[in-house]
Every structure is written in structure tokens, then in C-alpha cells.
């Protein structure tokens, strides 16, 4: 059971990777838009994008709850995924099913705080703080915790304040994190730039 939810959650991390890059970002086409196979949640989440640029990370559409077209899209999605994947997993591993169960809400619950609370997202998940603000908004996909940024190479670092204390985006003893870091780095190193803010138009294009 134990072992089944661990590797239940480093699958819906693999997942959220994904969908967040490739459905929710869309694919660069070369004189035309970017392609998703859920073109309204790409309309819904560059929307956010948007939103979050002009009020430093804030997004109203949280506070209105459901009655916000976005809000409601995000759950809609989040609970068709786990309405697909918890069946999908059960005859597997009942561990596995209950991390999508997990995962789902606990995805919900990050990124909702995260936007209603600006201070609390640049500490507690400081890679997704940097996927909004950063200058490449094309990167640093994960949300709820780092793990495929740092497997796929695409934790991208804006400055000092923003780099979690270790790539598992847990706390940790110091030895320890410093110990993890330093042997994640060897392998999967995180890269940095400058936070250079681009027009939001322009990464549409």
C-alpha cells in the first residue's frame, strides 16, 4: 500500500508535468498558434498567466470560486483526470489510486493558496512562484513539488530567494538537504538566469 502511494505520487508528478506543458502551455507551431488537445484549458490557463503577471501572483478568479470560468475549469479537469485514473489504477495498486485521489486535491489546494497568498507561494513552492514571474515561462512546470523540473532539466532558477532548500521540495535537516542537493546537482543540475520579465503577448507567439 505504502510503496503503491509513493510511486502513485511520483507518477501524478510525472502527469502534472506533462499536462501542464503540453496541454495547459500548448506546443510552439511555426506561424500559428500553440496546439493543445484541450484548447479551452490552454484559453483558461494563459488567461491565469495573464492575470497573475499584472497582480503579482495574485489570481481574484480563486476568491470567486466556481463562479469564475477558470476556477471551474480547473476542477472540472482535475476531477475528470482523477475520475479516469483512480479506476484505471485500482486493480494495480490501491496505493496508487488513492495518491490520484490525493494528488488531485492536494494539486487544487497548492496552487489555489498559492495565488490567494503570494508571500506563502515564494517560500513554500518557490519553482512555481518562478514559472509565473520568471523571464521563460516556459519552464518549471511542476506545481505541487519539483521533482520532474530537476529529472526533465527544466527547473529554471530566477534568483537566490527562489531556489527551494532542496529538489525534493520537502524540508529537510540541513546536512541532509545540502547532501541531496549536491548529489541531485552532479545529474539533474537546476539552471539560472536573469528575471528579465517578458510582454505576455510575445510568449504566445
Given at each position: 500500500m505504502i510503496k503503491g502511494f509513493i510511486a502513485g505520487l511520483a507518477v501524478a508528478n510525472a502527469f502534472e508535468w506533462f499536462a501542464h506543458k503540453y496541454v495547459l502551455h500548448g506546443t510552439?507551431?511555426?506561424g500559428k498558434p500553440r496546439y493543445s488537445p484541450v484548447p479551452q484549458s490552454m484559453k483558461s490557463h494563459w488567461e491565469h498567466?495573464?492575470?497573475v503577471r499584472k497582480t503579482d501572483f495574485n489570481d481574484h478568479g480563486?476568491?470567486?470560486?466556481?463562479s469564475n470560468w477558470?476556477?471551474?475549469n480547473e476542477i472540472i479537469s482535475l476531477a475528470v483526470v482523477a475520475g479516469v485514473f483512480t479506476p484505471l489504477f485500482y486493480p494495480v495498486s490501491k496505493g496508487m489510486s488513492?495518491?490520484?485521489l490525493y494528488s488531485a486535491c492536494n494539486y487544487y489546494y497548492i496552487h489555489r493558496r498559492a495565488h490567494l497568498e503570494p508571500e506563502w507561494a515564494m517560500k513554500k513552492i518557490p519553482w512555481h512562484y518562478d514559472h509565473h514571474m520568471n523571464a521563460n515561462q516556459?519552464?518549471?512546470?511542476?506545481?505541487?513539488?519539483?521533482?520532474f523540473d530537476y529529472?526533465?532539466?527544466t527547473r529554471v532558477v530566477s534568483s537566490a530567494n527562489l531556489q527551494e532548500q532542496n529538489p525534493l521540495g520537502i524540508v529537510l535537516?540541513?546536512?541532509?538537504?545540502q547532501a541531496l542537493t549536491a548529489a541531485v546537482q552532479k545529474f539533474f543540475p537546476a539552471k539560472y538566469v536573469q528575471q528579465d520579465v517578458p510582454e505576455l503577448e510575445s510568449v504566445m507567439e
Open positions: 510552439h507551431r511555426t498567466h495573464r492575470e480563486y476568491v470567486e470560486g466556481i477558470r476556477t471551474k488513492l495518491a490520484v516556459d519552464a518549471n512546470w511542476c506545481v505541487t513539488k519539483p521533482w529529472i526533465l532539466g535537516p540541513a546536512a541532509a538537504a
